[in-house]
């Protein structure tokens, strides 16, 4: 499950986050399914957090010329 989780895109993992809360919020999951899913949310969350992480950092490696026009990236801070 792990594995299959540290391949997905954000939007793959946000989709499926958003499934496994609406099982939650229904109710309606027997206990140790709901601990399942509640592990699974939690992985399917942390995917989202690193994938966001990674779009910040190159965001912020986008340089722009005097008029505010994208020209390059430059290299990450280390």
């Known amino acids: 499950m792990a594995d299959e989780i540290e391949t ?3 939007e793959q993992a946000i ?5 496994v809360v609406n099982q939650l919020d229904r109710g ?4 140790e ?9 939690a992985a399917l969350k942390a995917r989202c ?3 966001l992480k990674e779009a ?3 965001v912020e ?6 008029d505010g026009r994208p020209v390059g990236t430059r290299p990450a801070d280390p």
Do not use: H
């Open 8 to 10: 997905m895109s954000f």
């Open 15 to 19: 989709a499926e986050l958003e499934k």
């Open 28 to 31: 309606d999951v027997p206990l």
């Open 33 to 41: 399914e709901s601990i399942r899913l509640y592990e699974r949310g």
């Open 49 to 51: 957090e690193t994938k």
């Open 56 to 58: 910040e950092e190159k």
């Open 61 to 66: 490696q986008i340089t722009l010329d005097a």
